[in-house]
């Protein structure tokens, strides 16, 4: 698949610290940095001035340091914008560590001093273009900073006279750009504008003006993309969605996938749209997250007073399923308010989290980090995972599901195996009353699939309060609802129930375990898929080139014989058989031996239907 930042296509330049870099081993110099768009383009390391890779920079992801290097980039015809052009954006994942008055992370340029060049670049606390006018360069750095704050930055030159360089990242996007011109403001009107500072070609560099040392830039780049043009507002969106989503840094907007369709709705999540982050994958962006923390409180010890939570180890996150979280702002200070009667006199903490989901990415591990949080527990029985299952937040009413922690160390509660379907809020109980919901421990949970019958297996522990297990079931994969009961057996951990004559379609299947007090807790979620009437056929190892050609055949139930015919493409039949298809997979080896090389159709007739499929025999 074509890939492309946010799926926005046309960047000309697109390099992140995940790909394309010669060295993955932490603290190594750089030699190359090679382009996602464009892999006979790269980036070169100078001698002694290299940067170097560093892994587990932000949200899990590497970064390349630079201090004092640099790396130089095609040029000429091969830059990222055309010489001339007063059009372009710029877009990049950075953050600079160290107080120095100027410095550039990026730019294209001559080795002129003045007049012709373009730049991500950091002045006096603000950042912005580097336009290069003369006499006093200093415009377009607009938008301030913090040292040691990861930001997601655009810079955009627009073609027109003034206000023409607009700066956005996280801290504005929801409201608007900060805005500047590139003329010199010592100067006079005749430098103002268009043509004024059109970009030369004949440097592309990363990290520094002429020398390594000259206007170094001292910090972090993780992500840099330039687009030879000005870009949409829904383009930009989709941008800033990609690279929230992979760095963990919340915009305080809706977030949305390569193909425009909504992941975090803010609109609807008003109340939770705080220190928004998620795990998916989303091939249109070569996008991968599959452990995400919130960079407001990751990498490191959490913030003093703030907690951070970590999701990861989804159990079915494929490409277009994501798992989004936010939180409602509230403190971390405990609380016996809202606390579900189940859990008694409990205290938790006063923050909630909220869940967006799309698709179905299964269970997930949510591990919270309470090291700079004061708080009642102090072992892993203190704690408690709540879901409310209705999302309303009200722990009151509804119903709840509890988990306790599956390990607890060093003032971190992990908590595996968490189904958080649907649109649920969660919270932590972190000074559990005697009573407190300690449900079974699911220790495993299966469903397999034999003609139109599904066989559920599972294996708990703990199971000392446990009365009975309640099956449900969801044709559409959401609306559950009981088939049947099997009833909780001493010292019994292993289960099984049979659920006959499944239509033909996908069902998702989950057990309610209930204790005699009436708590209950939940399995995950199952899917199979059960096939109808018809075949699903195909050859194993195609192209065929000696022996015999393996056809499975997957037939839904025992449909008797089959005649099975060989042809070539013009028509004529190389050979028949008559063969019984069973329930399941079935193989049938046809001998293709002596036949010349081409393309091959196999007929499969069954009750008067006919499915066919080819090959291709090879010498």
Same mark, same amino acid.
């Given at each position: 698949?074509?890939?492309?930042p946010?799926?926005?296509?046309?960047?000309?330049?697109?390099?992140?610290?995940?790909?394309?870099?010669?060295?993955?081993?932490?603290?190594?110099?750089? #030699?190359?940095w090679t382009?996602?768009n464009?892999g006979?383009?790269?980036?070169?390391?100078t001698?002694?001035?290299?940067?170097?890779?560093a892994?587990?920079? *932000?949200?899990?992801?590497?970064?390349?340091v630079?201090?004092?290097?640099?790396?130089?980039?095609?040029?000429?015809?091969?830059?990222?914008?055309?010489a001339?052009?007063?059009?372009?954006?710029? %877009?990049?994942?950075?953050?600079?560590?160290?107080?120095?008055?100027?410095?550039?992370?990026?730019?294209?340029?001559?080795?002129?001093?003045?007049? #012709?060049?373009?730049?991500?670049?950091?002045?006096?606390?603000n950042?912005g273009? /580097?336009?290069?006018?003369?006499?006093s360069?200093?415009?377009?750095a607009?938008?301030?900073?913090s040292?040691?704050?990861?930001?997601?930055?655009? !810079?955009?030159?627009?073609n /027109?006279?003034?206000?023409?360089? &607009?700066?956005?990242? /996280?801290? +504005?996007l929801?409201t608007?750009?900060?805005?500047?011109?590139?003329?010199?403001?010592?100067?006079?009107?005749?430098?103002?504008?268009?043509?004024?500072?059109?970009?030369?070609?004949?440097?592309?560099?990363?990290?520094?003006?002429?020398?390594?040392?000259?206007?170094?830039?001292?910090?972090?780049?993780?992500?840099?993309?330039?687009?030879?043009? &000005? *870009?949409t507002?829904?383009?930009?969106?989709?941008?800033?969605?990609?690279?929230s989503?992979?760095?963990?840094?919340?915009?305080?907007t809706?977030?949305? @996938?390569?193909?425009?369709?909504? *992941?975090?709705?803010?609109s609807v999540?008003?109340?939770?749209?705080?220190?928004?982050?998620?795990?998916?994958?989303?091939?249109?962006?070569?996008?991968?997250?599959?452990?995400?923390?919130?960079?407001?409180?990751g990498?490191?010890?959490?913030?003093?007073?703030?907690?951070?939570?970590?999701?990861?180890n989804?159990?079915?996150?494929?490409?277009g399923?994501?798992?989004?979280?936010?939180?409602d702002?509230a403190? %971390?200070?405990?609380?016996?308010?809202?606390?579900?009667?189940?859990?008694?006199?409990?205290?938790?903490?006063?923050?909630?989290?909220? !869940?967006?989901?799309t698709?179905t990415?299964?269970?997930?591990t949510?591990?919270?980090?309470? +090291?700079?949080?004061?708080?009642?527990?102090?072992?892993?029985?203190d704690?408690?995972?709540?879901?409310?299952?209705?999302?309303?937040?009200?722990?009151?009413?509804?119903?709840?599901l509890?988990?306790?922690?599956?390990t607890?160390?060093?003032?971190?509660?992990?908590?595996?195996n968490? #189904?958080?379907?649907?649109?649920?809020?969660?919270a932590?109980?972190?000074a559990?009353?005697?009573?407190?919901?300690?449900p079974?421990t699911?220790?495993?949970?299966?469903?397999s699939?034999?003609?139109?019958?599904?066989?559920?297996?599972?294996?708990?522990?703990?199971?000392?309060?446990?009365n009975?297990y309640? !099956?449900?079931?969801?044709?559409n994969?959401?609306?559950?609802?009981?088939?049947?009961?099997?009833?909780?057996?001493?010292?019994?951990?292993?289960?099984s129930?049979?659920?006959?004559? !499944?239509?033909?379609?996908?069902?998702?299947?989950r057990?309610?375990?209930?204790?005699?007090?009436?708590?209950?807790?939940?399995?995950?979620? @199952?899917?199979?898929?059960?096939?109808?009437?018809?075949?699903?056929?195909?050859?194993?190892?195609?192209p065929?080139?000696?022996?015999?050609a393996?056809?499975?055949?997957?037939?839904?139930? +025992?449909?008797?014989?089959?005649s099975?015919?060989? %042809?070539?493409l013009?028509?004529?039949?190389?050979? &028949?058989?008559?063969?019984?298809?069973n329930?399941?997979s079935?193989?049938?080896?046809?001998p293709v031996?002596?036949?010349?090389?081409?393309?091959?159709?196999i007929?499969?007739?069954?009750?008067?239907?006919?499915y066919?499929?080819?090959?291709t025999?090879?010498?």
């Amino acid at each position: 698949m074509a890939q492309a930042p946010g799926g926005v296509a046309g960047a000309t330049l697109w390099i992140h610290s995940g790909s394309g870099t010669s060295t993955t081993t932490n603290g190594s110099p750089l #030699d190359t940095w090679t382009y996602l768009n464009d892999g006979t383009k790269s980036f070169a390391g100078t001698a002694g001035a290299r940067p170097t890779f560093a892994t587990n920079q *932000i949200n899990f992801q590497p970064a390349i340091v630079f201090n004092n290097s640099l790396m130089d980039g095609p040029t000429g015809a091969l830059a990222p914008i055309t010489a001339g052009n007063d059009a372009y954006t710029i %877009f990049a994942v950075w953050n600079s560590t160290v107080t120095v008055a100027i410095q550039r992370v990026w730019s294209q340029r001559s080795t002129a001093s003045a007049g #012709d060049g373009g730049a991500l670049w950091l002045y006096n606390g603000n950042y912005g273009d /580097q336009a290069e006018l003369g006499p006093s360069f200093t415009q377009g750095a607009v938008q301030p900073f913090s040292l040691g704050t990861w930001y997601i930055s655009q !810079v955009s030159l627009l073609n /027109q006279a003034t206000n023409d360089v &607009t700066v956005t990242d /996280q801290t +504005n996007l929801a409201t608007t750009p900060a805005v500047g011109s590139t003329f010199d403001p010592a100067g006079t009107p005749a430098n103002d504008g268009a043509g004024q500072r059109s970009i030369a070609n004949i440097l592309n560099r990363l990290g520094s003006r002429n020398s390594a040392t000259e206007e170094p830039f001292l910090g972090d780049l993780a992500e840099l993309i330039v687009f030879n043009n &000005t *870009i949409t507002p829904a383009q930009q969106a989709s941008i800033f969605s990609y690279l929230s989503l992979k760095y963990g840094i919340p915009t305080n907007t809706s977030l949305v @996938n390569s193909s425009g369709a909504t *992941i975090w709705d803010n609109s609807v999540n008003t109340t939770y749209n705080h220190g928004v982050f998620g795990i998916g994958i989303d091939n249109g962006s070569g996008l991968s997250v599959t452990s995400s923390n919130s960079a407001l409180t990751g990498n490191g010890v959490p913030p003093a007073g703030d907690a951070n939570v970590i999701l990861s180890n989804a159990s079915s996150l494929v490409n277009g399923t994501y798992l989004m979280i936010g939180n409602d702002n509230a403190t %971390f200070a405990e609380t016996g308010l809202n606390v579900p009667l189940a859990a008694g006199a409990s205290l938790r903490l006063t923050r909630q989290w909220k !869940v967006q989901n799309t698709g179905t990415p299964g269970t997930v591990t949510v591990a919270f980090d309470l +090291n700079s949080v004061t708080h009642s527990g102090a072992s892993a029985a203190d704690y408690r995972l709540i879901v409310d299952q209705d999302g309303n937040g009200n722990f009151l009413d509804g119903s709840q599901l509890y988990y306790a922690p599956d390990t607890y160390s060093g003032n971190v509660a992990t908590f595996n195996n968490i #189904d958080l379907s649907g649109s649920p809020v969660v919270a932590l109980i972190t000074a559990a009353a005697a009573g407190t919901p300690l449900p079974v421990t699911w220790e495993g949970f299966t469903a397999s699939v034999k003609g139109q019958d599904v066989t559920l297996d599972w294996k708990v522990s703990n199971i000392t309060g446990a009365n009975s297990y309640q !099956v449900e079931y969801a044709e559409n994969g959401k609306d559950f609802a009981p088939i049947g009961t099997v009833s909780n057996q001493p010292d019994v951990n292993e289960y099984s129930f049979v659920h006959t004559n !499944v239509p033909a379609g996908s069902h998702a299947y989950r057990i309610k375990e209930v204790d005699f007090d009436g708590k209950f807790i939940y399995s995950k979620v @199952n899917v199979v898929n059960i096939l109808g009437s018809g075949l699903i056929m195909r050859v194993l190892g195609n192209p065929v080139v000696t022996g015999s050609a393996t056809l499975e055949i997957v037939a839904a139930g +025992n449909i008797g014989k089959a005649s099975i015919d060989l %042809f070539s493409l013009s028509g004529v039949k190389n050979s &028949t058989r008559l063969q019984s298809l069973n329930s399941g997979s079935n193989i049938v080896n046809i001998p293709v031996d002596g036949l010349a090389a081409g393309t091959y159709v196999i007929k499969v007739m069954v009750n008067g239907n006919v499915y066919t499929t080819r090959f291709t025999k090879v010498n």
